[in-house]
């Protein structure tokens, strides 16, 4: 049996009674009690590690749970060597927390080695080690330590932005950097409410359910806005009382922008691809010019939009002519100070200018762009606003485009007209060519059957003209044909067409006359022969006309090709009775199958 000395005082305490002087050991009345037990039933019912050792540490008994104890005691570990020395030399306890590492890892133990009091000085000093594993309580504490740094990193390098609020919405802790320009500490205590924008009733950092991704927007620090993703949970406690809430918020503004800014560029892509379309399937200019204001006007926001052209003008050299309008109606000072705008830039094309320009008339916003093909300005484009609103840089980027683009198409209207001018007028006369007389005189045929009234198909023939073209040249000839021209033009009436067919033939349509008017028209317009006499100065047989005319009937309707048939004999037989004559179509005394004969031009 031994003796085991037990006492509830700390280790150093002990020492200090158990290496107390003589002295004082006279003053002691009672001596330390002392327990008897069997160190191998302690052992074994010691719910922890427990074993029995020498100061060699040699295992003299143990229990089950001091089986990880055994291979570092075999091995004589430093660490539970230094400690048993201890507790023997000082003949007192001695508490220690170790790690032992084994085939499993990390084993962590606190341990208490208390010396064995011998009843023999024979005996081998023992010393009674035992204590409790902690290697999972270690462990889950070094897991929480390593938790909390993780997110403490996390949280400082991440960029969302980690809160708490209080119940009244104000926050308790911010992540350390901040965010939307406030600091930590300016944002410690702030409410939330008052930075969000048009919250309402949405406010997560108040919630009492759990929110997932809401997307919210505040005001920064400076002013501006911003847009945050947001989640969160409410914060009980104990008794499930609700405390506030916490979560993270994540500034997606960029995202936000860049995605506005997508939506721009695909809506400036599509109203430029339907003007670009506009101008490729045009198939009139007024079609065109519709077309151009109406994607314009579906692109950027604007009460009126019209489209000027630039066009010559013998009096001014040029002036501004609207070629379609559209929105609310204007006044005609604002019409005209848009024209003169227009005028002014124009007349400035050699200085260099902004092609866009923002101006204001009385109470409307005024968006100016000038068009232009190869550096030559060819028309304008204006947008109006009424009231205060401002043109926004995205709409001016785009109107920039609209302008460019409308350059283009002006251009395009320009040659379009030039090309229909040429198909359908004589080169020489500016007079219609035969295809555009007949287009004209069909449709008048068909607005006879409606308005009942008798026109007229005149054809006129220039008496002796091959002797100018002889004698004086064809440069003369032409000049000739084109004072005829002038002088038919001026004899006719609004409704009234006349045409060049080639060579000295020409034809004309008298609209919505009766036989005897149109009779004294053909009498008149022989006589006009004498005054090109005067410019020609012929020796010899002189310049004169020869008419033939053939009437439209509403009771007895022609077609065009029937009629042209009758004027042209007509004609014919006006020349075959001298010239410098008229001869009305009679049908009684020609025939269809009349023959003309062959007459000296």
């Known amino acids: 049996m031994f003796k085991l000395s037990i006492t509830p005082m700390e280790t150093n305490i002990a020492r200090v009674l158990l290496n107390t002087k003589p002295d004082d050991k006279k003053d002691s009345k009672t001596p330390l009690p002392l327990g008897k037990f069997d160190p191998a039933i302690t052992i074994d019912l010691f719910p922890g590690p427990a074993l029995l050792v020498d100061g060699q540490l040699n295992i003299i008994h143990h229990n089950v749970y001091a089986l990880h104890l055994l291979p570092p005691l075999h091995n004589r570990d430093t660490f539970l060597k230094s400690m048993v020395s201890r507790c023997l030399t000082n003949n007192c306890p001695d508490a220690q927390k170790t790690t032992i590492k084994d085939n499993n890892g990390l084993r962590h133990y606190d341990l208490t080695a208390l010396p064995i009091q011998r009843e023999n000085k024979e005996d081998i000093p023992l ?100 847009c945050l993703l947001v989640s969160a949970v409410p914060v009980l406690d104990a008794k499930a009382k609700w405390k506030g809430a916490r979560g993270v918020c994540r500034d997606i503004t960029h995202i936000r922008e860049r995605e506005a800014s997508l939506r721009r560029a695909n809506k400036q892509e599509h109203v430029l691809s339907s003007i670009i379309a506009t101008i490729r399937n045009m198939q009139t200019p007024t079609k065109m010019f519709e077309g151009a204001v109406k994607a314009t006007m579906e692109g950027i926001k604007t009460d009126f939009c019209c489209i000027l052209q630039k066009v010559p003008c013998s009096q001014k050299g040029f002036t501004a002519e609207i070629q379609h309008q559209r929105g609310i109606s204007l006044t005609e000072d604002v019409i005209a100070n848009l024209c003169q705008k ?30 232009n093909h190869h550096t030559q300005d060819n028309g304008a484009i204006f947008l109006v606003r009424s009231g205060e609103t401002l043109w926004h840089e995205d709409d001016i980027h785009l109107f920039r485009g609209i302008t460019s683009h409308l350059g283009i198409a002006i251009e395009q209207v320009l040659t379009y007209a030039e090309l229909e001018r040429r198909a359908y007028t004589d080169e020489l006369t500016g007079l219609l060519n035969r295809r555009a007389f007949r287009d004209h005189v069909n449709k008048r045929l068909k607005n006879q059957k409606r308005s009942l009234k008798s026109s007229a198909m005149v054809y006129i023939d220039l008496d002796n003209f091959k002797l100018v073209n002889d004698t004086k040249g064809h440069v003369f000839g032409d000049k000739i044909l084109q004072d005829l021209s002038r002088l038919l033009q001026d004899n006719l009436r609004v409704g009234d ?40 100065c012929l020796d010899g047989p002189q310049l004169s006309l020869s008419i033939g005319l053939a009437m439209s009937l509403p009771e007895n309707p022609a077609t065009l090709d029937q009629l042209m048939d009758q004027a042209d004999q007509a004609l014919y037989r006006a020349k075959g009775t001298g010239k410098n004559t008229s001869v009305l179509f009679e049908p009684d005394i020609m025939g269809p199958n009349n023959d003309k004969g062959d007459q000296d031009a």
């Open 342 to 371: 227009a005028l002014e830039v124009w007349q400035n094309e050699a200085i260099p200018q902004e092609r866009i320009q923002t101006l204001v008339f009385g109470d409307h916003q005024i968006l100016m762009g000038v068009t």
């Open 497 to 536: 067409y006349t045409a060049r067919f080639g060579g000295d033939e020409f034809a004309i349509w008298l609209d919505e006359i009766d036989k005897e008017e149109a009779i004294i028209k053909a009498e008149n317009l022989v006589r006009i022969a004498t005054k090109l006499n005067q410019n020609a």
């Open 127 to 226: 010393v009674f080690l035992f204590g409790r594993e902690t290697t999972i309580e270690h462990n889950l504490t070094t897991a929480l330590v390593d938790s909390r740094q993780m997110f403490k990193d996390l949280v400082s390098c991440s960029t969302d932005f980690a809160w708490e609020t209080d119940t009244r919405g104000n926050f308790i802790y911010v992540s350390p950097k901040g965010i939307l320009g406030y600091t930590a500490y300016e944002l410690n205590g702030k409410n939330s409410q008052e930075m969000i924008i048009g919250a309402g009733d949405r406010n997560p950092f108040d919630t009492l359910d759990k929110i997932t991704e809401m997307e919210l927007w505040l005001n920064r620090a400076d002013g501006s806005m911003a």
